[in-house]
């Protein structure tokens, strides 16, 4: 009887980070993904786990597991649990999920639960504690994710096309288009103006329809200056975002702006994102103040 090769050994990840950042849901997802799922394995147990359930023998070759704050001081024992796994020829990927202090709290004082730091701290308390507890595996993490931008299906998302695209870290571009009347949104990373393009509000025939219309997208795309702009923004865009990546960034915001936010950032932002999912990037657009 031929002798099978032996296998490699299967692929671990350990998922962490902070409370309230969306864990379960990554979990869930690598779930749906696939993967053979543990929630809360004690830290101890990985390295058992990690020959039971991934071994030659075995018939799982893929697994997450979550460990998180539950682990109390016993969470201190990851970063050298993993390191043994790797001198081990075992590798565990390590992913740290995180977010913004105010949007922890934000969420916690949402649905009124207490922390997992204990019932007698603020919610923000917990987070800095909680934070403090967190960065020695933070330092050690293969990817970190700041999930304060995504909602729900955004990080389901996200995390899929991560998991597709192994060897490669996703980003997800969201333009806004918004009208500088109403302000400028609070939560972009690049602002830029579009005011300097001839505005289609004064061509009559043109007025009543939005930028996503193409006849107001071929009125804009017919000056020159629009042309060079969407060219230069391509190409810093091109040069920012490997950089982005390469810190770990996995949620850029960029607004276009115009007067009223109706016609010209509109139309940019329509072209801006047709131009990034060329580039293979994962992107969004929402035109905030389209319909006021």
Do not use: W
């Given at each position: 009887?031929?002798?099978?090769p032996a296998r490699e050994h299967g692929q671990l990840v350990i998922l962490t980070g902070m409370s309230g950042s969306?864990?379960?849901?990554?979990?869930?997802?690598?779930?749906?993904?696939?993967?053979?799922?543990?929630?809360?394995?004690?830290?101890?147990?990985?390295?058992?786990?990690?020959?039971?359930?991934?071994?030659?023998?075995?018939?799982?070759?893929?697994?997450?597991?979550?460990?998180?704050?539950?682990?109390?001081?016993?969470?201190?024992?990851?970063?050298?649990?993993?390191?043994?796994?790797?001198?081990?020829?075992?590798?565990?990927?390590?992913?740290?999920?995180?977010?913004?202090?105010?949007?922890?709290?934000?969420?916690?004082?949402?649905?009124?639960?207490?922390?997992?730091?204990?019932?007698?701290?603020?919610?923000?308390?917990?987070?800095?504690?909680?934070?403090?507890?967190?960065?020695?595996?933070?330092?050690?993490?293969?990817?970190?994710?700041?999930?304060?931008?995504?909602?729900?299906?955004?990080?389901?998302?996200?995390?899929?096309?991560?998991?597709?695209?192994?060897?490669?870290?996703?980003?997800?571009?969201?333009?806004?288009?918004?009208?500088?009347?109403?302000?400028?949104?609070?939560?972009?990373?690049?602002?830029?103006?579009?005011?300097?393009?001839?505005?289609?509000?004064?061509?009559?025939?043109?007025?009543?329809?939005?930028?996503?219309?193409?006849?107001?997208?071929?009125?804009?795309?017919?000056?020159?200056?629009?042309?060079?702009?969407?060219?230069?923004?391509?190409?810093?865009?091109?040069?920012?975002?490997?950089?982005?990546?390469?810190?770990?960034?996995?949620?850029?915001?960029?607004?276009?702006?115009?007067?009223?936010?109706?016609?010209?950032?509109?139309?940019?932002?329509?072209?801006?994102?047709?131009?990034?999912?060329?580039?293979?990037?994962?992107?969004?657009?929402?035109?905030?103040?389209?319909?006021?």
């Amino acid at each position: 009887m031929k002798r099978q090769p032996a296998r490699e050994h299967g692929q671990l990840v350990i998922l962490t980070g902070m409370s309230g950042s969306g864990k379960s849901t990554v979990l869930k997802t690598f779930e749906d993904l696939g993967y053979y799922c543990v929630d809360n394995l004690p830290v101890e147990l990985i390295p058992t786990f990690s020959e039971l359930h991934l071994g030659d023998d075995s018939e799982i070759f893929r697994a997450a597991i979550l460990v998180d704050a539950r682990e109390g001081d016993k969470l201190a024992k990851l970063p050298e649990t993993i390191r043994r796994l790797r001198r081990e020829g075992k590798p565990a990927e390590l992913v740290f999920i995180e977010a913004s202090e105010e949007v922890l709290v934000r969420r916690y004082s949402e649905t009124r639960r207490p922390h997992p730091m204990g019932r007698d701290v603020s919610p923000r308390e917990g987070v800095r504690r909680e934070r403090r507890l967190m960065a020695p595996i933070r330092k050690i993490a293969d990817v970190v994710i700041d999930t304060s931008k995504f909602n729900v299906h955004e990080l389901t998302e996200f995390i899929k096309k991560r998991v597709t695209t192994r060897g490669k870290r996703p980003l997800l571009v969201s333009l806004i288009s918004f009208g500088y009347r109403y302000g400028v949104p609070s939560e972009a990373d690049l602002v830029f103006d579009v005011r300097f393009l001839p505005n289609p509000h004064f061509v009559a025939k043109l007025r009543p329809f939005s930028g996503k219309d193409a006849r107001v997208a071929r009125y804009i795309r017919s000056f020159p200056q629009t042309g060079e702009f969407l060219r230069r923004i391509e190409g810093l865009l091109a040069y920012l975002i490997p950089h982005y990546i390469r810190e770990g960034k996995s949620y850029l915001t960029i607004a276009i702006g115009c007067t009223g936010g109706r016609h010209r950032s509109v139309a940019i932002s329509e072209a801006l994102a047709r131009a990034m999912a060329r580039r293979g990037l994962h992107t969004k657009v929402h035109h905030r103040d389209l319909n006021r």
